[in-house]
């Protein structure tokens, strides 16, 4: 039996600093432009803009790491407005960072769950 982890726990937030706690618990549709953060570590997921070539071919790097603008403009329109306050995180974060839920747009080119069933699948246990 597994005991709660939180080192595996990611939380899906809105992209936009403004509205992303008023987002908070609201359905994500597909083809939004969303953030994933790391429960335990408060990391956005990022994806790396360099490939690398291995054994596996040409990859992308996906790391843990929230790459924020370095400017605090942003946080202090907000605080002269009165729409949020220092505890409150109001720094956008760059490109790196957001990520794309896609969906298929036409049935036919939903996954054959078929294919991946039929695969000799590694079981692993924890």
Known sequence: MLKNNHNTNWILEHPDPNVRLES???P???DDTILIKHEMTNQWLAGDTKT???T????????????LVNNKTQNL???KKGISTIDY????????????????SDPSQEFDESIVKNQVVNKFTL
């Open 77 to 79: 329109y907000q605080e």
């Open 52 to 54: 690398f070539d291995n």
């Open 28 to 30: 994500i549709g597909i």
């Open 56 to 67: 596996f071919g040409r990859e992308y790097e996906v790391m843990a790491h929230s790459f």
């Open 89 to 104: 995180p109001a720094r956008s974060q760059k490109d790196e960072n957001l990520w794309l839920i896609l969906g298929a």
């Open 24 to 26: 908070t618990g609201q």
